[in-house]
Structure formats: C-alpha cells, structure tokens
C-alpha cells in the first residue's frame, strides 16, 4: 500500500528551502455570508475553527492516516504539531534530511505489517461467510445473500437506482446508513458507486432485497475512506426502493 505521506516525506527537504509564492483568491467564488445571523459567542467562535479543521482532515486524502499506520495518541499529537508548524509558518526544531529513511521506512513497514494482519483477517472471515450455503461468491469475488427478489425487470449498470441501506465494518460498526437521516432513500447512478455495489444491484428488481460481504477490492481498497479503514470488507443490506 503506498500511503501520501511517503511521497511528501521525500519532498520535504526540498519544499522547506524553496521560496512560497504569494496565492491569490479568485474573487466571486466565495458567496458572501448571511448578514442576519446571530453573532456567535466566544466559545462557539472556537467552536467554528474547530468545525473547520473537523471537516478538512474528513475532507482530505490524509482522513485514514491514523488507522492507517495505527498512531499512538503519542504519536497523534507529535503529527498535529506538525501541523500546527506548518500553519503557522515554523520550520522544525530539527534536520529533516537527517531522518527523513529511517521515517520512510518506519510508515512502509508500519502499513505493511498492518496489510499482512488485515489479509489474514479477511481470509478467516471470508472462511467463514463460505462456509454459510445460503451465500453465493459470484467470479469478482462479492459474496450476497438475495433476502427478496423484488418484482418487474431489474436494473443494468446504466441505471439509476433509488436505495435503502445500511453498510457496516466487519466487527458490526455501522459507518452509514438512511436509518440516520430519517430513512430517505439515495438515489446514484449505478456505475458512480463502488463495484460491489454496481454488481449486487442488479441482483434484484424493484422491491428487492440484499444483503452483501463486499472485499477490499470491489469496495474502497487498500486507502480506505473516512470511517473505513483500508483493506476493509464492508458488510451492506440494500433495498431496491426504485430505479430509472
């Protein structure tokens, strides 16, 4: 698994001598903020920066680091001062050439052991979702269980569906779900979702019902996404509400 923070690693000696260009703001891309909003207290003012760095590391390509090398809260904070640095313009106390392969290889080695123990994991579980007769392992790999058919024609990878569901990690952490917001069906085009998905719906017709183990592969992979580790196999129970 190659993580981001390798390849920034490797440019960080570079990128701390070279000189910032200034950046400027397009103008009118921003729409201008409501001017009848209650002023926000101080404590909710802090409240508003920490909403903003919420959202970014949601946002951004580092959102699994932590899962991913699996950092100590020791260690979390040695990053998020880093971050602070940055921000603030401060360069490290130390030479970052000095340690920048031991660094290198310390994350390497780090997300492999984790991929090693991850793989093996999958493949017990897997044993034993095989060993259930009521699920069928279709040729990608995806593992389903048809809980209702549904009625009428069903949907080709051109569609869009119109879905119930709820997906879940291994060890029964729900990760999303239209239980959670007032179970108001989704609607998505067919072949703009994982492949798992993609595969699986056109299992069932309208009505239907499934229920699916999805591996690592047809789903978010080896970098995962937000709540979803990497390597991750992704448990969902999908019904077919409507589709077009």
């Keep these: ?123 017990e579980f897997f044993a034993k979702i095989d060993a259930d007769k009521s699920f069928t392992k279709s040729a990608s790999g995806l593992r389903y269980k048809i809980l209702a058919p549904g009625t009428g024609a069903k949907p080709t990878d051109k569609s869009t569906v119109k879905c119930l569901y709820t997906g879940k990690l291994t060890d029964g952490k729900v990760f999303d779900s239209t239980a959670s917001r007032n179970n108001e069906p989704t609607e998505f085009p067919l072949n703009g979702v994982i492949p798992a998905w993609t595969e699986a719906l056109q299992l069932i017709a309208k009505g239907g019902k499934i229920q699916i183990f999805a591996p690592a592969n047809l789903a978010y992979g080896e970098q995962g996404q937000g709540p979803i580790p990497g390597n991750s196999i992704l448990e969902f129970e999908v019904e077919l509400v409507d589709f077009k």
């Design 1 to 123: 698994m190659k993580s981001p923070i390798l390849a920034a690693l490797a440019l960080i000696a570079v990128s701390l001598n070279a000189t910032e260009e200034a950046k400027s703001v397009p103008t009118g891309t921003n729409p201008s903020p409501p001017t009848d909003v209650k002023p926000l207290t101080p404590e909710q003012e802090q409240q508003a920066f920490f909403l903003q760095g919420f959202i970014f590391a949601n946002r951004a390509e580092w959102a699994t680091i932590v899962s991913e090398q699996e950092l100590s809260d020791k260690e979390l904070d040695s990053l998020l001062a880093g971050i602070r640095a940055s921000l603030k313009g401060e360069r490290p106390t130390f030479n970052p050439e000095e340690i920048i392969p031991g660094a290198q290889k310390l994350i390497s080695d780090r997300i492999e052991a984790k991929a090693k123990r991850m793989a093996a994991k999958n493949e």
